[in-house]
């Protein structure tokens, strides 16, 4: 075969191929949505004269030609797996694996982050708080501290994490938890905590605040498996975790109310745990004004709660300790109008944060 004869052939090879992608990309039906990834995909980008000039437009185009290219997530698993398993990259795009575990690198401790988040903290103890309120901080490592040292991946240093925060929120008294903790208090494949590990959390938190909890659990494991956030950004084969959780006197009695949607709600919703994030079968996932009521009480003592997705796990572990818990998440309502919702008058207050959110808390409003 001539020379001319195989250029030809892979000239029109190359044009074919080309033009399947480019049918493929236009043809095939577009997901606004990526189940694997948990995050909305990039839409088609308008088209503006303003846009084009700026070069927003070809920004815009680019983030969109990539989340709708033909059997991405197909391609992106052999991406991942060629990167860690040929060339021996310790992570990709900052997620890596370490001892069966799935794990974000988190650094470098942003103390910005951490004043921003004690300046928000200390704006509604002013607000609405007096001498008659305790005020309590705690802080969640999150699973990167327990894996990166021995993984050689770099993390924070969460001593002087916890120091730091302490420091700032002077105007809390300081619970330390990460003593308790150990890696496989962690989901495999997710961000969060396991709640059937936490009951000494819970015991901690609830025993510095001055609370008793019955602690009557029974397990319970759900039927399908759970695959969490990090299990398709990362795009690596790993085995899927089970999911647990507890049950008990105080808890089946309690009735929660969300604000956010106007109606009652289960401390477990089950339809979640069918869903994209079965993580959200507790206390129904990232709402941002939750009431618990426990008609069943011992105490008619109250507890605010501000938390972020980690609360949804320990909370209902808290419910025998108190007639009432608002659950409050920063991220999601404004300061400025919990008055509105939640009566401050003597009740505890309970700052639960983990370290994803604190070390970027401009997501706190």
Not at 138 to 147: G, H, M, Q, R
Request: glycine share 4%; with cysteine.
């Amino acid at each position: 075969m001539n020379e001319k004869k195989k250029d030809k052939i892979l000239c029109t090879a190359f044009a074919l191929l080309f033009a399947a992608g480019f049918l493929l990309c236009v043809f095939l039906p577009r997901e606004k949505y990526s189940d694997s990834e948990r995050r909305m995909l990039s839409p088609v980008p308008e088209i503006s004269p303003e846009k084009i000039m700026s070069g927003r437009f070809m920004s815009d185009f680019e983030s969109f030609a990539v989340d709708a290219f033909p059997f991405r997530d197909f391609f992106r698993k052999i991406k991942a797996r060629t990167a860690a398993d040929i060339f021996l990259r310790q992570d990709n795009h900052g997620l890596y694996k370490a001892n069966g575990f799935l794990a974000s690198m988190e650094y470098p401790l942003q103390e910005d982050a951490i004043a921003y988040a004690a300046k928000r903290f200390r704006y509604i103890c002013k607000k609405y708080l007096t001498d008659e309120n305790k005020v309590w901080i705690s802080v969640i490592p999150d699973k990167n501290c327990f894996l990166a040292k021995e993984s050689g991946h770099l993390s924070l240093d969460y001593g002087d994490f916890e120091k730091k925060m302490a420091e700032q929120a002077d105007f809390a008294e300081y619970i330390s938890i990460a003593d308790l903790l150990e890696i496989d208090d962690y989901y495999k494949t997710d961000t969060h905590w396991r709640q059937e590990k936490i009951t000494d959390v819970a015991e901690r938190l609830a025993s510095a605040m001055g609370a008793e909890l019955l602690q009557d659990y029974e397990v319970h494991t759900l039927d399908q498996d759970f695959y969490g956030v990090y299990y398709g950004q990362a795009s690596l084969p790993l085995a899927p975790d089970r999911m647990r959780y507890l049950t008990g006197k105080d808890i089946d009695g309690a009735s929660v109310y969300d604000w956010e949607n106007g109606k009652e709600i289960s401390v477990y919703d089950m339809e979640k745990a069918k869903g994209r994030d079965p993580y959200e079968i507790f206390l129904s996932g990232s709402l941002s004004l939750l009431t618990i009521k426990n008609p069943g009480a011992r105490t008619d003592r109250k507890l605010v709660l501000f938390r972020d997705s980690f609360g949804s796990g320990i909370a209902p572990l808290l419910i025998s300790g108190y007639a009432q818990i608002d659950l409050v998440d920063l991220r999601y309502i404004h300061p400025d109008y919990l008055s509105r919702f939640i009566d401050f008058n003597n009740c505890d207050v309970l700052f639960l944060y983990s370290t994803l959110v604190l070390n970027h808390s401009d997501t706190i409003k």
